[in-house]
């Protein structure tokens, strides 16, 4: 297999050095509240830096914040120096959106290196422009020889351990940034709105972890403001706004966005809330969300509001981001015979086994925010992912991946695999009907990693239904070690242009590759 440099090419470095650093009036300051603004006072200012999202083969989506109404502008070239540049007028930014704004590109050439820079203009005087900030992607490629590689991870700020200046902030981004990705793959828990951020912890050895702080981290995230503010929190970390500017995205969310493993429907007994409504508090950070991230499928681009989708990466990868929490039934023992609700819902399980089989690519991820045969508790009686532990045939939620394996399998779709976060530790599982319950499927892998920023647990049982062997596995003996404590883990896929072949990675903080596992392409099982 071919070896991509995980370092930038020439022309990506220099842009690093020049306009993708950060500037030093965007460190973020110990304890701070507030990102500092820019010089050129008076004029509208993007201190939280860029992002891109979504990007596809002629299009992507660029993410910008105001630090009052502005109009955004967008200018693109293919070189560093903008020349030829062309600009599109994106949206007037205004406290309706939290002085958020997404303008989407298109008509981009295919597979080659965007560079962008975002201006904010004051809306009655256009000439009235603040500093331009800049970021970079790569649209997909249209050929299959192009290597792809790409990361994932998920779990920021979980637990109470938020941006720690001591150690340098959230400087994993730093280094899955010099991984140098095509995008990466935040497969959910991007922020913990039940997880107040206080200014310190007394750590086991008696030291002391320092965090950031701000207000909207205080308490848990109820108001609409709350949540934004809880977005808008990560972004305090410079490591993270270096990262968005060269890294673009494909995010999706689980339970923490919200509330610790929340569904549909919830009535809320927690001490700590006044809304008690868990469809209210859903409502308002899936908004909060919506104006944070550029997801394609969320407004303004897509009225619906939907967070699962697809995502085309060239002929070598299509990418199914799943959505396991909006339309899920109530978490329960999940030992009912019958359930077609299930975890993702009729339409999103009929919409993810249509796509399926429509898609021609060689690989086909499917994004989960939650393992399969991991049995992950909720309370003392109900779980709160798939597996129940019952190692016999399908129930509850099980049926419904019971359904969507045997459509994989009758229907003959090759190359598909699985990648989650979510239970704060790394591992491998492989799926085989000779060792499961259940045996109408072709054998599967998993892929597990996480947290990126956030507290490490020891690992969950395997359920046996289907048949799950776990080849690798790192995690703390203990409940919610610090970052300090345990390292951070990020996953890597590499895809090579002339065979096909797929190589996964799990890696820790510190640049260490746990685990390696190739799988070969064309086929229907692993």
Not at 140 to 145: A, E, H, I, L, S
Not at 437 to 459: I, R, Y
Request: charged share 25%; net charge neutral.
């Amino acid at each position: 297999m071919s070896q991509r440099q995980p370092s930038p090419s020439p022309r990506r470095r220099s842009v690093l050095r020049g306009s993708l650093a950060v500037p030093a009036a965007l460190a973020v300051p110990a304890l701070a509240g507030t990102a500092p603004a820019l010089a050129l006072p008076g004029r509208p200012q993007a201190s939280w830096g860029v992002q891109a999202g979504d990007v596809s083969a002629h299009a992507g989506l660029v993410w910008v914040r105001s630090d009052r109404p502005a109009r955004m502008i967008v200018e693109t070239s293919a070189t560093e120096s903008f020349r030829n540049a062309r600009r599109w007028r994106g949206p007037l930014l205004g406290p309706g959106t939290d002085f958020t704004g997404t303008t989407r590109l298109h008509g981009l050439p295919a597979g080659e290196q965007i560079h962008y820079r975002v201006l904010l203009a004051d809306p009655d005087d256009p000439r009235r422009t603040g500093k331009p900030v800049s970021g970079t992607f790569r649209t997909t490629p249209k050929g299959r020889k192009e290597d792809v590689r790409f990361l994932w991870s998920g779990d920021i700020a979980g637990q109470g351990w938020g941006i720690n200046p001591d150690r340098g902030g959230y400087r994993i981004f730093e280094e899955m940034r010099r991984r140098n990705p095509d995008f990466f793959l935040c497969s959910g828990d991007n922020i913990y709105a039940d997880g107040p951020i206080l200014p310190s912890v007394t750590l086991p050895d008696g030291s002391v972890w320092r965090n950031v702080t701000t207000e909207e981290k205080s308490k848990v995230a109820e108001s609409l403001a709350e949540f934004r503010g809880a977005f808008r929190y990560n972004l305090l970390d410079d490591n993270l706004r270096r990262f968005n500017a060269q890294v673009p995205s494909i995010v999706q969310w689980d339970d923490h966005e919200v509330r610790n493993n929340w569904y549909p429907g919830q009535i809320l007994t927690d001490a700590r809330y006044t809304e008690k409504n868990v469809d209210v508090l859903a409502g308002r950070s899936l908004r909060a969300f919506s104006e944070y991230f550029p997801v394609s499928t969320l407004p303004p681009g897509d009225e619906d509001g939907r967070v699962y989708r697809v995502l085309r990466h060239g002929p070598l990868l299509d990418v199914f981001v799943l959505d396991m929490r909006s339309y899920r039934n109530a978490n329960s023992p999940g030992r009912q015979p019958d359930d077609a609700t299930g975890i993702l819902g009729a339409r999103q399980l009929a919409w993810l086994k249509r796509e399926l089989s429509r898609s021609r690519a060689v690989w086909k991820v499917i994004a989960s925010d939650m393992p399969l045969g991991l049995v992950v508790a909720d309370g003392a009686t109900n779980f709160e992912a798939v597996a129940q532990g019952d190692p016999g045939a399908p129930l509850g939620r099980e049926l419904q991946i019971a359904e969507l394996l045997r459509h994989i399998k009758h229907d003959r779709i090759t190359g598909t695999l699985w990648l989650t976060a979510d239970v704060h530790y790394t591992s491998a599982q492989h799926y085989d009907p000779s060792r499961a319950a259940f045996k109408d499927f072709a054998p599967f892998w998993e892929f597990v990693s996480g947290p990126l920023a956030a507290g490490g647990f020891p690992a969950a049982k395997l359920d046996g239904t289907f048949g799950p062997e776990q080849t690798f596995i790192k995690a703390p003996g203990r409940a919610n070690t610090s970052p300090a404590e345990t390292p951070q883990y990020f996953g890597e896929v590499d895809i090579d242009g002339g065979s096909g072949e797929l190589t996964v990675r799990l890696r820790q903080e510190g640049g260490g590759v746990l685990f390696t596992q190739v799988l070969q392409p064309g086929r229907i099982g692993q």
